[in-house]
Structures are given as C-alpha cells and as structure tokens.
C-alpha cells in the first residue's frame, strides 16, 4: 500500500499569499496518478488536479500541481482568495488499494 | 449535468448490516469504475472500494475487506454498497464518485450518513 504523507497540517496564511502544499508517497505513484481536492466544511470534495499536474474542468489557474520525481507532489495556489481557506487531500489512484494523504488544512492568519 | 445521488444511511446497532445505494445520471454509467469514499466525524477522507464498468474488476481496504461488498446494476444505473458487521468506527458519511483505478475520481454524491450505535 502506498502510504502518502501531506505536510504541513495546517498552514496559517493571509489572503494574497501564496500556498504551498506537499504530498510525499512511500512508493512511486504509478503513472503519476496524483490528485489534489479541496473541501469546505459540510461540502463534498472538489477535485482540483489530477495527473499530478493537469486542472479539473473550471478550476481556477491560480491552482498548479507539480511533481518533482514519482513520490514528491506539490499543490500551489498561486494567491490565497478568501474562498480557498479550506482542507486539502491528495489520492493516489495509480495502484490499488487507493489511498488519500491525511490531508492539510490552510487558514487565516 | 452529472449527478449522484446516495442512499440508505441510518442508526444501525454494532453488528448490524446496511445497504447503500447510489443512482447515478448524466451520463453513461456502464463506461466508468465507480468509488466508495468515507470520511468519520471530523477526521479525513477514506477509500474503501472501487469497481469497474463491467463489474468484472473489485478492489477493497484491508480495513473493510471481508465486511463491504460493492457491487454495481448498470442497466439501473446504480451503485451499491452491503455492509456487514458493523463497528463503531464504520460511522461516517459514505460518498460515491464517479472514478477509480486509473480514474481521479471527478464527481461525487452529497453522502449518506451511517451511524453506528447501540
């Protein structure tokens, strides 16, 4: 099973900044098969970014996701809107079982 | 528009079994893997099971594997989850997506809550 790690747990930012969020995996992430969401309290996950690097259909381009190797997976949010203050998981779907990073929270300084 | 929409979540006694449905619509449910996704009170998301367009291709987490059975009517175009042995530790809003192996899973239904209480 491939184990993701998410740092940090939360982030403490002010709206305009910028965001940077990690997953590490225990294993290469076959295919480089990483996806990002975000979720708001009492909502349902939104997906953000899935290939490691490529923007679901009507995410905002202040959202990027990159890969440094098959195991370091980044997510940056360009600058933080008021509406981005949120959790944010990684998923693994590459190779089976499926798993998620615990994930991290970013929230207003 | 893609929809999905979840049912069959309740107050079950420890031991107790359930099934979860999930009636999809908006587009062809027999060309994609289906997901189960749960998140318990407060804490984070967590796979438990995925299976393919035809039925034919299932995977589940250890920690439900054995209890959880998905399973899948695409000519209803729906999606189920039966749920065995309950613990405590089941209790958690249940979500479909459309998604799996292969698959970010895309969309997602709004949840069902499964209590699991004596």
């Known amino acids: 099973e491939i184990v993701l790690a998410q740092s940090p747990g939360t982030l403490s930012l002010s709206p305009g900044e910028r965001a940077t969020l990690s997953c590490r995996a225990s294993?290469?992430?076959?295919?480089?098969?990483l996806a990002w969401y975000q979720q708001k309290p009492g909502q349902t996950p939104r997906l953000l970014i899935y290939?490691?690097?490529?923007r679901a259909t009507g995410i905002p381009d202040r959202f990027s996701g990159r890969s440094g190797s098959g195991t370091d997976f980044t997510l940056i949010i360009s600058r933080l809107e008021p509406e981005d203050f949120a959790v944010y998981y990684c998923?693994?779907?590459?190779?089976?079982?499926?798993?998620f990073g615990g994930g991290t929270k970013v929230e207003i300084k | 528009q893609v929809q999905l929409v979840e049912s069959g979540g309740a107050l079950v006694k420890p031991g107790g079994s359930l099934r979860l449905s999930c009636a999809a619509s908006?587009?062809?449910?027999?060309?994609?893997?289906m997901t189960w996704i749960r998140q318990a009170p407060g804490k984070g998301l967590e796979w438990i099971s995925y299976?393919?367009?035809?039925?034919?291709?299932?995977y589940y987490a250890d920690s439900v594997k054995g209890r959880f059975t998905i399973s899948r009517d695409n000519a209803k175009n729906s999606l189920y989850l039966h749920i065995n042995s309950l613990r405590a530790e089941d209790t958690a809003v249940y979500y479909c997506?459309?998604?799996?192996?292969?698959?970010?899973?895309?969309?997602w239904g709004q949840g069902t809550l499964v209590t699991v209480s004596s």
């Open positions: 290939g490691a690097s490529s």
């Open positions: 997506a459309r998604g799996g192996w292969g698959q970010a899973p895309n969309y």
């Open positions: 908006g587009f062809t449910f027999s060309e994609y893997f």
């Open positions: 299976i393919s367009s035809s039925g034919n291709t299932i």
């Open positions: 294993q290469t992430v076959t295919g480089f098969y």
């Open positions: 998923l693994q779907y590459g190779s089976s079982p499926l798993t």
